[in-house]
């Protein structure tokens, strides 16, 4: 059902945890569909220094949650926020027709944790 | 090699050996018509005959005539709603069901709610057990037909049918049960349970895929959905399934004989698995009712995580079951079920179910048991729902 690398970072999820002392945390889904994902970011110099999950769901939360944390490791905001949910489907060689809307949030949980980091950003001005 | 462990009976279960073998004679050697005139049919129609009574002696049935056979489950019970609802119209429009039955139980109520007829869900309570007092006030002089399964597939638990026959029966109306998730793991008897129709399945007893049976009491009403050559006394056209027949017979056969035992076995086996797991896992529960559920089930809910993952995490280590998750339907929606019986969203996506069968062995269940622990460790530590204290 899923393409081995689903299967890999479902295993062997890439960055998952929390970070105490985020600079923006971006959650999204509901228990309630059975995905639930929180994105933490630190960012330096307009850069995504540090980013981990922690992902309440199927296969393909985990697995897509992990992914983004790889896709968005190392990027300028303007560049992870470009990051779509196809890029994530993508660089895992695919996911399943179903799982394509309800589980792949990752890219959506990227975005409120920028949006999160900006909006606390101009606050702080 | 790594030890696999199938425990997914309900989605599918091996066809028996001795199945196998009775079945094979009818592909390319016996492979006449029952119908014929000539002597090719001739084996053929006993060995119809002769499974047709296998099946009527395992549910109790009075006459082998009661016994029509069907392509499956899905295939009884949509003969078993449809057909009497539509033979019956003349004496009322209104059928009554549960909000826990199969989907081929749901569906076809619906199609008949699109053709103006009426559909009461009764309740159940929290162990999936239906609400006598509803049952009763749902039936009015309209009601034709009543459907509840015998037990349900996916929590397991066995409902009272005498009694609901005893008031079904009482307001007038017609009994249909599912058993295709009983029959064959726990006896069953239509005379003494006083069931008018049932549907029941070959391969969910071991039997061939494709093949099943309705039973329907002499004299019941029903109006047939496939129509052709008038086989099974016009219940039911389409030459036999001859092979797939012959091994729903066998399959019977075995199960009257070794019902008893297994069942013995298979329940010491559940209770073992469930004691184990709820002991080792915190924040574990079981679904369904503690005593009155099939021999063959463990529903197990765990908090804070999603049965997909579980199932996946489980299919690593060799091991087979399923879940009333909505990621693993095709609705992405969890379980009626176990939304009926009171269950939160989010914890009935956390759930697994067990179906034990005659391959099992106590060693299966006990990695099965020794496996989820660090399983649900793991996904724990990954879900944010998880409260910190539980991840020290």
Same mark, same amino acid.
């Given at each position: 059902?899923?393409?081995?690398?689903?299967?890999?970072?479902?295993?062997?999820?890439?960055?998952?945890?929390?970070?105490?002392?985020?600079?923006?945390?971006?959650?999204?889904?509901?228990?309630? +569909?059975?995905?639930?994902?929180?994105?933490?970011?630190?960012?330096?110099?307009?850069?995504?220094?540090?980013?981990?999950?922690?992902?309440?769901? +199927?296969?393909? @939360?985990?697995?897509?949650?992990?992914?983004?944390?790889?896709?968005?490791?190392?990027?300028?905001?303007? &560049?992870?926020?470009?990051?779509? #949910?196809?890029?994530?489907?993508?660089?895992?060689?695919?996911?399943?027709?179903?799982?394509?809307?309800?589980?792949?949030? @990752?890219?959506?949980?990227?975005?409120? =944790?920028?949006?999160?980091?900006?909006?606390?950003?101009?606050?702080?001005? | 090699?790594?030890?696999?462990?199938?425990?997914?009976?309900? @989605?599918?279960?091996?066809?028996?050996?001795?199945?196998?073998?009775?079945?094979?004679?009818?592909?390319? %050697?016996?492979?006449?018509?029952?119908?014929?005139?000539?002597?090719?049919?001739?084996? /053929?129609?006993?060995?119809?005959?002769?499974?047709?009574?296998?099946?009527?002696?395992?549910?109790?049935?009075?006459?082998? %005539? &009661?016994?029509?056979?069907?392509?499956?489950?899905?295939?009884?019970?949509?003969?078993?709603?449809?057909?009497?609802?539509?033979?019956?119209?003349?004496?009322?429009?209104?059928?009554?069901?549960?909000?826990?039955?199969?989907?081929?139980?749901?569906?076809?109520?619906?199609?008949?709610?699109?053709?103006?007829?009426?559909?009461?869900?009764?309740?159940?309570?929290?162990?999936?057990?239906?609400?006598?007092?509803?049952?009763?006030?749902?039936?009015?002089?309209?009601?034709?037909?009543?459907?509840?399964?015998?037990?349900?597939?996916?929590?397991?638990?066995?409902?009272?049918?005498?009694?609901?026959?005893?008031?079904?029966?009482?307001?007038?109306?017609?009994?249909?049960?599912? =058993?295709? =998730?009983?029959?064959?793991?726990?006896?069953?008897?239509?005379?003494?349970?006083?069931?008018?129709?049932?549907?029941?399945?070959?391969?969910?007893?071991?039997? /061939?895929?494709?093949?099943? @049976?309705?039973?329907?009491?002499?004299?019941?009403?029903?109006?047939?959905?496939?129509?052709?050559?008038?086989? %099974?006394?016009?219940? #039911?056209?389409?030459?036999?399934?001859?092979?797939?027949?012959?091994?729903?017979?066998?399959?019977?056969?075995?199960?009257?004989? %070794?019902?008893?035992?297994?069942?013995?076995?298979?329940?010491?086996?559940?209770?073992?698995?469930?004691?184990?797991?709820?002991?080792?896992?915190?924040?574990?529960?079981?679904?369904?009712?503690?005593?009155?559920?099939?021999?063959?089930?463990?529903?197990?809910?765990?908090?804070?995580?999603?049965?997909?993952?579980?199932?996946?995490?489980?299919?690593?280590?060799?091991?087979? +079951?399923?879940?009333?998750?909505?990621?693993?339907?095709?609705?992405?929606? /969890?379980?009626?079920?176990?939304?009926?019986?009171?269950?939160?969203?989010?914890?009935?996506?956390?759930?697994?179910?067990?179906?034990?069968?005659?391959?099992?062995?106590?060693?299966?269940?006990?990695?099965?048991?020794? =496996?989820?622990?660090?399983?649900?460790?793991?996904?724990?530590?990954?879900?944010?729902?998880?409260?910190?204290?539980?991840?020290?």
């Amino acid at each position: 059902m899923y393409t081995d690398k689903v299967l890999d970072h479902f295993r062997n999820p890439r960055n998952m945890g929390e970070i105490p002392d985020a600079d923006g945390i971006g959650t999204v889904g509901n228990p309630v +569909c059975g995905d639930l994902m929180s994105i933490y970011i630190k960012v330096k110099d307009n850069r995504i220094e540090d980013i981990k999950f922690k992902t309440f769901g +199927c296969g393909a @939360a985990i697995a897509t949650s992990s992914m983004i944390t790889e896709l968005a490791k190392g990027k300028t905001l303007d &560049e992870a926020m470009k990051i779509s #949910r196809g890029d994530v489907a993508s660089s895992l060689d695919g996911l399943p027709p179903i799982k394509m809307h309800c589980s792949n949030l @990752a890219a959506d949980g990227l975005h409120a =944790a920028i949006q999160d980091y900006l909006k606390k950003k101009g606050a702080e001005k | 090699m790594k030890q696999r462990i199938y425990m997914d009976h309900t @989605a599918s279960m091996p066809v028996d050996p001795r199945v196998l073998e009775a079945m094979l004679p009818y592909f390319a %050697e016996k492979y006449g018509n029952p119908s014929s005139v000539h002597s090719w049919g001739t084996e /053929p129609r006993k060995a119809l005959e002769n499974a047709r009574a296998e099946i009527a002696n395992l549910i109790g049935a009075k006459k082998s %005539e &009661e016994i029509f056979f069907t392509s499956g489950g899905t295939e009884s019970t949509n003969i078993a709603i449809k057909g009497v609802a539509n033979r019956n119209k003349d004496r009322g429009n209104h059928i009554v069901t549960t909000s826990i039955e199969h989907m081929s139980v749901i569906n076809p109520c619906k199609s008949l709610v699109k053709q103006g007829f009426e559909v009461t869900f009764v309740p159940v309570d929290r162990y999936g057990v239906v609400d006598l007092q509803a049952l009763e006030n749902a039936i009015t002089d309209k009601t034709t037909l009543v459907s509840v399964a015998y037990a349900n597939g996916e929590i397991g638990t066995i409902q009272p049918i005498r009694e609901i026959s005893e008031i079904i029966h009482r307001k007038g109306a017609l009994l249909h049960v599912d =058993a295709v =998730a009983a029959c064959g793991q726990i006896p069953i008897n239509v005379q003494t349970d006083n069931i008018d129709l049932m549907s029941v399945s070959s391969n969910d007893m071991y039997g /061939p895929r494709g093949v099943g @049976a309705l039973y329907a009491c002499t004299g019941t009403r029903i109006e047939p959905i496939i129509q052709g050559g008038g086989q %099974e006394r016009g219940l #039911r056209s389409g030459t036999e399934n001859i092979p797939g027949i012959v091994g729903m017979g066998k399959a019977a056969e075995i199960a009257k004989a %070794e019902m008893r035992n297994e069942g013995e076995r298979l329940a010491s086996l559940r209770d073992r698995l469930t004691r184990g797991v709820l002991k080792s896992v915190p924040a574990s529960f079981l679904n369904g009712h503690p005593s009155k559920r099939l021999p063959n089930n463990a529903n197990l809910r765990f908090s804070y995580i999603e049965g997909e993952s579980l199932i996946l995490s489980l299919d690593m280590q060799g091991i087979a +079951c399923s879940s009333g998750s909505a990621c693993t339907s095709k609705t992405l929606e /969890p379980s009626h079920v176990l939304l009926a019986i009171g269950l939160k969203h989010e914890d009935a996506h956390g759930s697994l179910l067990f179906t034990l069968g005659r391959q099992n062995t106590q060693e299966d269940v006990d990695h099965v048991v020794n =496996a989820l622990p660090d399983i649900v460790k793991r996904l724990r530590a990954i879900s944010p729902l998880t409260p910190k204290e539980m991840l020290q």
